[in-house]
């Protein structure tokens, strides 16, 4: 079948699964507060500054404060859930899928008055068409230099527009075909606003493609080809195989260190380590070889570039340092001279053989013995320990009140009441 | 030098040459007439519809009434404008410069308040710019399926949004970095709606890129190379080449006829040849082999078909039917008896020794003898017969005291006010 038919039909009949939307509820819950702990990144300002001052018909909320158009508010909100880049991850295809389809649903939510229900499943039948378009784009078109969380986002963005609008499937095929010419974000814009920013555009792209189609504005009928053959895709035909039956996103990851996703595997098998920094004589850390030119830093001395530091994330981990929490990453701690110390320490090596999820990491004692530790991300996380995780984020993040209150949310009107608080 | 400084250079200190001014000042006629007279397009009603439903801050004008934020206003007024398909061309890189970059100009002048001179100045920049950055991408780029009216398009609206607002040289690469990461649109939506959308988009980006990194959103220093890399571009390296110094703006190409710019030098050739259609046997015309595959429908059955046909404008150029007029372009008209009994006598055949911009025209009478013409559209027109035809063209849009009002307009407000009426 046309990619772009299989979508349509998944839009338009597609029911989810629980275990599928308890993951969604989860990744939205960590979104939120992701996002509302970015609400104070010069980013946010930026745009919020420029968009509240267009101003314009109030119909969807704006993290932070205000309501705005939904186009406008979708952009803004993508790009200031991104800020802190500690949003879910999904490794099928490599990118974020909550920041650009979350936003999207939500703006068109609001504005069509829908129950938090209906949002909840258009961010799920969203988040997996970004996942499986991801999958189909392949990674020639992220390795050229594309960020599928901006390009295969863009299309899931669209299709959770359209779920909450009751498109009919001519009608996603067309939605489809906008978004195909609107899609962008390059990879390039990595360790600038640029990379947020990207967020925000596939959040748009998805509001704007589904409400120009259903005003009825004409477009091709093979958009997501026409896309995948000029942006390097790989058109991987099996990357449909079992939409709507086989859910994709409950094996979203989420994280719980506010660092380069690359480091994940790494510091949950140095946490299940019990030793003394003071005893420490060397570190070996084994890792899938992609990660080595992503976040391998040997001596950052920043706190931004701490993010992407194996030898640094790994001191501070010894150290009791937290890194879970934002503001440990200071370029301050980057030059901690226990940490500097520590960190040179640990040696990074590549093995073909673990999986981009998993990591290996062999800590040497001044007695000469070692201790082993293992972690793959992809391994099981019982859903109620994953929640009571994401929780204890959220309370670093926002303090134990507004956690408190975001994770009681029981109706649409109160989750935007408390992103614009 | 690296494109990026190039562009910055260029923004910052060009002094642009009287005739490439005077050709833009002629193109900004034209864009306007072509947007007036687009503004009855079902297009135009669904972007107008929705964008002022959405309102927000009076900024900038849109064509054919009201006023809404700069982004938003470019965004429909590119589309509208490009809605007829009517608009200037530039044949260095196959793409549409004015509805690009006028409309980001005009949004970002009006809330400027900048003069009809400095509107014009940016005009120019961002026009001479796109022309450049398209040559750079090259013709893989447009082959492989990119519509360069939208992604060359969006830098050069992005350059003359920047002129307009001082820029510096760090502001200019900050803001192409925006640009590269939001640059967007295929050739797929040729024929569909879509094609208009590609060039609002493009003066939207041109807007928000200008205005964000004028804000100070950061973004990658190499944005158009990191395009180029990743949308199949040449990176030619002779494009830039006497930047500031030589204007290919002044061989910009206007439309006289309402159909594919592929039929332009047929017709112009046709006109040279003063003929009765009864007496014709037989039309050859000989074009390049590019236009084979764009506009050589040999008995098209629509309107919209008729104007990718030498057969059928060739014939209706013999009647003596008016292909300056849009309306000239029915499906009454495409399946007139006389007309269809002429097109099946023209043959179209290809040589690759003719430009894209050249066509050989040979009518053979009923007697045996022949005629012939032959019309390259890269002659020189002299400035006041190029000034006479498009005015006549205005005149044949909008009547003539539309036409009148906006060809004496001497100052923004002026343009502004036409352009809402």
């Given at each position: ?365 001044h007695d000469g013995t070692h201790m082993d530790a293992t972690y793959d991300l992809a391994a099981p996380l019982p859903m109620t320990q994953r929640a009571e995780k994401l ?31």
């Amino acid at each position: 079948m046309q990619p772009e038919l299989s979508l349509a039909e998944f839009a338009a009949t597609a029911q989810p699964s629980e275990t599928a939307l308890d993951m969604m509820r989860l990744s939205l819950m960590d979104w939120a507060a992701c996002g509302l702990a970015g609400v104070s990144e010069p980013l946010a300002k930026i745009l919020r500054d420029k968009g509240l001052g267009e101003g314009g018909a109030p119909q969807a909320s704006v993290i932070g404060g205000g309501k705005l158009p939904a186009p406008r508010a979708a952009l803004i909100n993508g790009a200031i859930s991104h800020a802190l880049d500690y949003d879910d991850t999904h490794f099928a295809h490599i990118g974020h899928t909550s920041v650009g389809v979350i936003p999207a649903a939500l703006a068109i939510a609001e504005a069509e008055g829908a129950s938090l229900e209906a949002f909840l499943d258009a961010c799920l039948i969203g988040s997996e068409a970004a996942v499986r378009v991801g999958v189909w784009l392949g990674r020639d078109h992220y390795q050229v230099g594309y960020h599928q969380t901006a390009t295969a986002g863009a299309f899931g963005a669209t299709l959770a527009a359209l779920r909450l609008m009751g498109a009919d499937p001519a009608q996603v095929v067309g939605a489809l075909g906008l978004a195909s010419t609107k899609a962008a974000g390059l990879k390039a814009q990595f360790g600038t606003m640029g990379k947020p920013l990207n967020a925000g555009l596939a959040a748009e792209t998805g509001v704007e493609a589904a409400t120009w189609a259903m005003a009825g504005l004409t477009s091709t009928n093979a958009g997501l080809r026409a896309f995948g053959a000029t942006h390097h895709g790989m058109a991987d035909a099996t990357a449909f195989d079992g939409l709507g039956e086989v859910w994709r996103m409950e094996a979203v990851s989420h994280k719980f260190h506010a660092c380069c996703h690359g480091l994940h595997a790494m510091l949950e098998a140095m946490g299940q380590i019990d030793v003394a920094a003071a005893d420490v004589a060397a570190v070996q850390i084994t890792t899938h070889p992609r990660w080595m030119t992503v976040c391998n830093q040997p001596a950052p001395t920043t706190g931004l570039a701490a993010k992407f530091s194996y030898a640094q994330t790994a001191a501070m981990a010894l150290l009791g340092i937290d890194t879970s929490a934002i503001a440990s990453f200071t370029d301050e701690i980057a030059n901690a001279p226990d940490v500097v110390a520590l960190r040179t320490r640990v040696a990074v090596q590549a093995d073909p053989d673990l999986t981009e999820m998993q990591a290996e990491v062999r800590i040497v004692l001044h007695d000469g013995t070692h201790m082993d530790a293992t972690y793959d991300l992809a391994a099981p996380l019982p859903m109620t320990q994953r929640a009571e995780k994401l929780r204890r984020k959220a309370v670093g993040l926002l303090g134990d009140m507004r956690a408190d209150a975001l994770w009681s949310v029981t109706d649409l009107d109160a989750l935007t009441a408390i992103l614009r608080a």
